[in-house]
């Protein structure tokens, strides 16, 4: 599936993308592995997108946002 951070944020509204900053993502294989997600972290793991992304099964994701 083909996403974007604009098509995201349409439906999640202004003041989501308005502060939005980064996604930080890992697939749950990692997680699997891992157990926790500050080992993902440790190992390198966890990646970092900013603007263009796109999902795929299995993702978990975080969006960071400033307010």
């Known amino acids: 599936m083909d996403a974007s951070i604009n098509r995201i944020f ?3 509204g202004n ?4 502060g939005f900053t980064r996604i930080e993502s890992y697939c749950l294989d990692d997680l699997k592995r891992q ?3 500050k080992e993902i972290r440790s190992a390198g793991q966890l ?9 795929q099964d299995g993702e ?3 969006f960071l946002v400033n307010r």
Request: hydrophobic share 45%.
């Open 10 to 12: 349409a439906t999640a």
């Open 60 to 62: 978990i994701r975080h």
């Open 47 to 55: 990646r970092v997108e900013r603007n263009a992304f796109l999902m």
């Open 35 to 37: 157990k926790i997600e």
């Open 15 to 18: 003041d989501l993308r308005s």
